[in-house]
């Protein structure tokens, strides 16, 4: 069945779309007086990273990531990211300011970049421990860099009316035909997310600081504090930024071709020892330096655009839910925060991304090959660096298309599959497309225009965003119990860290055998 069948097919039923799920993980650095990342505990203020769900940290103590409930609608995605951004900014040490940017603030070496800490309990450890494992394998520079994540489902009654569809008389389990749908979407994800990155990449430029430790590269000067690339689109998900290289020269890949090729892939770089690992040690003076030598500490590990994730956890380990309970939603990964909006992302981005996700889903997704996989990762690293470059070629099923015009012809199906979903979709769709005619509309082109007509460099130019960002925060009126719902989970959360910490039984030695054991 075509795609165009399908839209035609699905129409009846587009209003099962508009209670498909949405939530937004955004992370952003904590930033000293002096542009540098702010060496102080996480705020108080904030409750409890470990147990709070809205406000916790990522890899650093200074590195923040607010995270949205799911929640139906673009708009009240967008309200709810912003109220917890609101809190956040109006709870930030007066010294301190939120950086509005994916690549870093000033960095002062890997030492000023305090590894994130959740308190005493074995959890607490275990999520320490494993920061410092990447910190000792990768560098903490690399941590340091900030994005966004797009998490997306689909509703249980657009579910029924596409196996409806698809394939009304199989016996498949309902949840099985789910995950293997979801899986498609993946690796359609993969096959085209360039385009992503393309359509909002906003880190085109760096700070020399961020390249210290990096010997050989081939960013120009830009001024004498930054470093960028005349065509780039986004260095956070180029060579510089988030990859599997360690893993890949390994030979060890997620395999997305089924669910339970994920997680064989993932099961196995996380059983297999490495040599390099093996270097570091576990223990060095009786503190863990890892959780493990494995290639994988543990899946969350392994870096990619896209992620398919399981609905609840609660106890049992991600590979597992996933396992048993199927594929819940999708992680999109591959995402700038944009510092020319106050939150890092806006309506009409989320609305466009809810539409390519629905492309994705609805476009036929074959299997990938290792032939084509090779061509997703240069396709990738090609658009990260140069994707406004005029003519440049990418390469899709051993066939050389310009950029252009394969992007306008994705476009024109995410335009198609925006039919099914509101207007407002479909006037995003079509406001954002016009980036792909015109490279000077991209976010990562605004950002290098205006910083050489204001001769500034990356810092420079990022921090006005920051302190603007803080004073317009700081500026707007709360209303009486705008954030009672905050302030409520800050408490809980402290609470549940006092319970999780007096309710360990096990000493951490074998806390971690447990975990482990039962991640098989």
Known sequence: MSLQDKINSLYPFKDSLSRNLIGIEKEGLRVAKDGTIAQTPHPE??????????????????????????????????????????????????????????????????????????????LGKMKTVYRRGLSNRYGSVM????????????????????????????????????????????????????????????????????????HEH??????????????????????????????????????????????????????????????????????????NTNILQIANEYYSSVRPKPSINGSDRPLNALLNEGVGYVELRSLDVNPLMKEGIDEEQVQFLEAFMLFCLLEDSPAVSTSELNEIDVNANLVAHRGREPELSLSHNGEDLTLLNWGQSILDKVNDCSVLMSDDHQKSVKN????????????????????????????????QFSRKNKELFNEMSISDGYFEDLDYQKTLSVKRQIEIESSDTLSFDDFLVDYFSSDT
């Open 45 to 122: 203020s904030f409750g409890s990273a470990l147990t709070h769900p809205e406000i916790t940290t990522d890899f650093s103590e200074a590195l923040v990531e607010i995270v949205t409930k799911p929640t139906q609608g673009s708009h009240n995605v967008i309200d709810e990211l912003a109220k917890i951004h609101h809190y956040v900014q109006h709870h930030l040490p007066n010294s301190e300011r939120f950086w509005p940017a994916s690549m870093p603030c000033i960095l002062r070496g890997k030492t000023n970049i305090p590894i994130a800490y959740y308190g005493e309990s074995n």
């Open 143 to 214: 941590q340091a860099i900030a994005g966004i994540h797009f998490n997306y489902s689909f509703s249980k009654d657009f579910w029924n009316a596409y196996r409806e569809l698809i394939a009304p008389l199989s016996k498949v389990d309902s949840q099985k035909f789910i995950s293997h749908h979801y899986m498609g979407l993946t690796r359609n994800v993969l096959r085209f997310g360039w385009l992503i990155t393309y359509l909002f990449g906003a880190s085109a430029t760096v700070c020399k600081s961020f390249m210290q430790d990096y």
């Open 218 to 291: 081939n960013l120009e000067e830009f001024d004498d504090n930054t470093l960028y690339l005349p065509y780039a689109t986004s260095l956070r998900m180029g060579d510089i930024g988030y990859q599997n290289s360690q893993e890949d020269k390994k030979g060890v890949k997620a395999n997305y071709n089924s669910l339970r090729h994920y997680i064989y892939s993932l099961r196995a770089a996380m059983q297999t020892s490495c040599d390099d690992c093996e270097t570091i040690g576990v223990k060095k003076d009786g503190e863990y330096q890892q959780l």
């Open 432 to 463: 954002i497309s016009k980036r792909i005619f015109d490279p000077d509309l991209t976010p990562s082109a605004q950002m290098l225009n205006q910083m050489k007509d204001e001769e500034k460099g990356f810092f420079e130019y990022t921090d």
